[in-house]
């Protein structure tokens, strides 16, 4: 029976909008994940630590700690190597999205996002597949 609970995959959510944790809390316990959550990027890193997710959902414009913050310093911890981080912003630049790439995460979503696109950037990430490269909005061409 120990083989199940080994496989569910640990998502740490930091999110300070109540709302936007409410939806992301839905989707990721409806995928299977066990989830958890804390609203502040204060006291996020040690709880990364302490709990090693396999994956950090990490809003940018936290109350405290910035987003880039605390994916610098899990990505300046050996000992994290293996937590994944998705970050999430309200202003989804091509800047922004540069930004937090150049400081290790493995992926950004901008807000409001829809949640088939987070899902399959989330199931992306613990498959361990590299980011595609997305071109901006209006910029799609079809092949």
Do not use: W
């Not at 150049?102 to 590299?130: H, N, Q, T």
Request: proline share 6%; glycine share 10%; hydrophobic share 45%.
């Amino acid at each position: 029976m120990m083989g199940e609970q080994a496989a569910r995959k640990r998502i740490l959510v930091v999110e300070d909008e109540d709302n936007i944790a409410i939806a992301l809390d839905y989707l990721m316990t409806r995928e299977g994940y066990d989830q958890t959550r804390i609203a502040t990027g204060a006291g996020a890193v040690e709880l990364i630590r302490k709990t090693q997710p396999d994956l950090v959902l990490l809003d940018v414009m936290l109350p405290e700690v910035s987003g880039y913050e605390i994916c610098q310093n899990v990505r300046m911890d050996p000992g994290l190597n293996g937590v994944k981080i998705l970050m999430m912003t309200a202003r989804g630049s091509a800047m922004e999205r540069r930004k937090g790439l150049a400081m290790g995460a493995d992926g950004f979503i901008s807000k409001p996002f829809e949640l088939k696109v987070l899902r399959a950037e989330v199931r992306r990430i613990l498959a361990g597949e590299p980011a595609l490269e997305t071109p901006p909005p209006g910029a799609a061409r079809h092949a």
